[in-house]
């Protein structure tokens, strides 16, 4: 006979099982709607930061576009100041020239002064005497000195002002090297987007560099090395408007007083009558070693300055082998060669330049030994025709040196015999 087996278990009540239904119900009820609140704050949010991020995004990108439109316009600004400066600089530099070519060409007219004094030292007796002729000459003298100087002066502030320029433009290179960067920069920054693929997450990047400046300081800078480089330009203008008229009165008043120590020559040579003897063999054989010894000067000095470049091709060449990368900074077989070149070319340098000092101090003992002979000529030379020469040789103030032929040539007689120019420049010299 079969029997009832009951499963021993707890036993719920229907009231139980009907509340545990609905609390199963209103708790999934209750479950969605906070997660459709959840969903409706979250796309909300995600709203609201979407459109942040992408004005954010876009107030970036103006204010690089604003930064970089300044820079740029500070860059053109630099630009042109550049280029005022450099073209200062050069104007600069040719009136420079010019003043120091103007202070180079008072050497011809003080040489031919002090040779006229000089000759005139040679009249004998009764004719050495104090004359409007000697008072013209040294006073002559003073006008060219008191000119060099005053040209010497001007060419030190010349040399000073462009060195200030040149400083002005390390700056403003500095600055403008400093923006061109900056604005690299920026443009990279301002091209990247998400699709970028060096883009990434970095270490801290709200820190504030050291060194960092101010907007403010940033353009003073910038100000300020303008503002620098234009007084330096206007006092550099003014320099020079200083320099052209130093020239202009300088050479007036070299001019002025050629003018009256030649009349007072001419008025002189009216008065005198003496004769004048001739020693010019030595003289002549002497010239034309010195114009030989110049030569082989000029040739000394062109071999060495080939062979310094060369040390200098040598030395770039080994310096720029020292940046060979790694295991590639060996001593190798053209090591060795360029360090004996380099060997070779100090020795044979050295042995150039103490061949060039002897070959120069043979060339001055041979303008010593000229002006001794030419000491001679005039000793026997009277006042007539020393006088004669004097006026001879200031025709060299206003003859250009090419074309210049000395009309009075010996002692006895005068001659119209043309001399070379190298001939000319080597008397001058002398």
Known sequence: MATLSVKPSQRYQLPDWRINSYLLSTNAERQRDASHQIRQEARVLRNETNNQTIWDEHDTKTRLAERIDTINRWKEMLDKCLTDLDAEIDCLAQMKESAEQNLQAKNLPLDVAI????????RRDIDVVKDPVEDELLKEVEVIEATRKVLQEKISQAFEQLCLLQEVRQQLNSDHRGKMETLDIDRGCLSLDLT??????KINPTRVPSGSTTLKE???FSQFNKNHAEAEIKAAMELRETITLTIAQTNNELESQRVATEFAFRKRLREMESV???????????LEEIAELQEDIRHLEEDLRRKIMNLKLAHTRLESRTYR??????RDQAQYGLTDEVHQLEATITILKQKLAQTQDALDALYK????????IACKAN????????????RKLTVPAEKFVPQVDTFTRTSNRPLSPLTTCQLERA
Do not use: F, G
């Open 218 to 220: 940033w353009d003073d």
């Open 383 to 394: 006042s007539m025709l020393l006088d004669k020469k004097c006026m001879d040789t200031r």
């Open 196 to 201: 970028s693929p060096n883009i990434s997450l």
């Open 115 to 122: 040779e006229c004094l000089t000759l005139r030292e040679s």
């Open 369 to 376: 030994h000229l002006a001794r002979l030419q000491a001679a």
């Open 325 to 330: 990368p790694n295991v590639e900074l060996c």
């Open 276 to 286: 004048y003897s001739e020693l010019k063999w030595q003289e002549k054989n002497t």
